[in-house]
């Protein structure tokens, strides 16, 4: 069935070649980034009055804010696909099922690839590995020659009988590492009307006089959405308006990094609704901290540590980092970062994976620093 998609939208996907790096997602750079956060905040603002009379439809919502971030590529002088209509429901001949290309070394999702690589990793653990041909590769992934593939293979992620999200990968290419590209294939129109249903009934159940379950359920909400809306459509500017406004509107706490990974990759990299709230933090900084002082005290009481310790220095100095601090990290602390198998190291894993703290280096031999912030 995949298959059949992408021959019908080879000209949906040489388009997508050519304009990629003109994405809405590269114009928010930061000379845009306070204009973006005022009209964000403006357009939230708004569609709370959607909530004076009563609680609104969730597709209200989805269109509401669809429109407001067509307004703002507007403002902004960016190209937006507004004609795609906002469920796909327009000029479908060619746009039934879209293709993002990831690629690391250009294109608005190279500073994130570190990450995405590991997340594609674990999602090939949970779905089964198959095989495609290599022409369908030479279109997808924009290769010179078809014969300098090798192999590709792709990862097909259903959940409850809905068709969502193909992974292609590059098995192999001549002079190049194993893995280049990355195209999804998104999941296709035809699944979207049952996807909103659920996202109706989960929106639903969010219940400001009963907030207990509200923030997992806000995360099956981002989940279904993510898989619901192609990257091409400005979904990580949508979706982050979605979870501000439902956050304020239903108490729930939210503190994502403004330049981490944005969430609705993460989403499209996670398996199921199970385990994206399993492993996805609303509040990521602030739970880490808790987790490195939960660190500091358990190293207080041990026998094997001590202030000296290079484990217990690295995570007290990481901890004030994330405060603002710009003390340096020695070689040593460095290492207990870095190095497989601590417990700090597999804290630091754990959020790097989750896309909300970027990898970790020395600058100038002394400053520790973030590439992706």
Not at 71 to 82: H, M, N, P, R, T
Not at 116 to 125: E, G, K, M, T, V
Request: net charge negative.
């Amino acid at each position: 069935m995949v298959r059949q998609h992408v021959q019908y939208y080879s000209f949906f996907v040489q388009q997508l070649m050519q304009r990629k790096d003109n994405s809405l997602i590269n114009a928010w750079n930061p000379s845009q980034q306070d204009t973006w956060k005022v009209l964000k905040q403006e357009a939230m603002t708004k569609a709370k009055m959607l909530f004076i009379k009563e609680k609104p439809s969730f597709l209200t919502l989805y269109r509401f804010l669809a429109d407001a971030r067509h307004q703002i590529a507007v403002s902004l002088k960016q190209e937006s696909l507004e004609y795609l209509g906002i469920l796909r429901d327009e000029h479908c001949e060619y746009i039934d099922t879209p293709i993002t290309l990831l690629h690391p070394d250009q294109g608005r999702y190279a500073s994130f690839f570190p990450c995405l690589a590991d997340r594609y990793q674990s999602l090939s653990q949970c779905l089964p590995l198959n095989q495609e041909s290599v022409g369908l590769a030479y279109l997808l992934l924009g290769a010179k020659q078809e014969q300098d593939i090798q192999g590709v293979d792709y990862l097909n992620l259903e959940h409850n009988a809905l068709q969502l999200t193909c992974f292609y990968t590059v098995r192999g290419m001549k002079g190049k590492n194993p893995i280049a590209w990355y195209a999804l294939v998104h999941t296709p129109r035809t699944q979207l009307q049952a996807i909103f249903e659920r996202l109706e009934a989960l929106y639903q159940q969010l219940d400001i006089d009963n907030s207990a379950g509200n923030g997992k359920v806000l995360k099956e909400i981002i989940w279904y959405l993510a898989h619901a809306m192609p990257c091409v459509r400005g979904s990580a500017a949508i979706l982050e308006m979605m979870i501000g406004l439902l956050a304020e509107t239903f108490a729930i706490d939210f503190d994502y990094p403004e330049h981490a990974v944005p969430i609705d990759l993460i989403a499209l990299f996670t398996p199921s609704p199970d385990a994206f709230n399993a492993c996805f933090h609303l509040t990521p900084m602030a739970d880490l901290k808790k987790e490195l002082r939960q660190i500091l005290e358990e190293c207080k009481h041990s026998a094997f540590f001590c202030n000296q310790n290079p484990q217990l220095a690295a995570a007290r100095k990481l901890l004030n980092w994330i405060n603002g601090s710009t003390d340096p990290f020695s070689p040593e602390e460095m290492t207990c970062i870095n190095t497989p198998g601590s417990a700090l190291n597999e804290r630091v894993r754990h959020y790097q994976l989750n896309g909300s703290l970027p990898l970790l280096t020395r600058s100038n031999g002394t400053a520790l620093t973030s590439p992706g912030l």
